[in-house]
Nanobody
Framework: QVQLVESGGGLVQPGGSLRLSCAASGSIFSAYAMGWYRQAPGKQRDLVAAISSASRTNYADSVKGRFTISRDNAKNTVYLQMNSLKPEDTAVYYC????????WGQGTQVTVSS
């Protein structure tokens, strides 16, 4: 069994910052690739950022230069640092662990609004 718990979402003004965390349990965390996805109302769930077991990273074009994904294997946690937030970043953000099966967290709401 793998369980993922996201935290750190909330309401922030445009230009502000948030750091999301995803804590994993029930897995050999360091062996797996992790990712952050987001889904806005009426939109599909899209990849935001991914990090491999070797800490190679990849980002959606819309967040390059603003978001940073990282992992702390000792804490079984992956992070998403979000800077220079825009209203179009508003969405539910989901953590994913890629293994024999894909495991998803329940999501955390990020709202960027004045």
């Amino acid at each position: 069994q793998v369980q993922l718990v996201e935290s750190g979402g909330g309401l922030v003004q445009p230009g502000g910052s948030l750091r999301l965390s995803c804590a994993a349990s029930g897995s050999i965390f360091s062996a797996y690739a992790m990712g952050w996805y987001r889904q806005a109302p009426g939109k599909q769930r899209d990849l935001v950022a991914a990090i491999s077991s070797a800490s190679r990273t990849n980002y959606a074009d819309s967040v390059k230069g603003r978001f940073t994904i990282s992992r702390d294997n000792a804490k079984n946690t992956v992070y998403l640092q979000m800077n220079s937030l825009k209203p179009e970043d508003t969405a539910v953000y989901y953590c994913r662990l890629s293994g024999n099966y894909d495991y998803w967290g329940q999501g955390t709401q990020v709202t960027v609004s004045s």
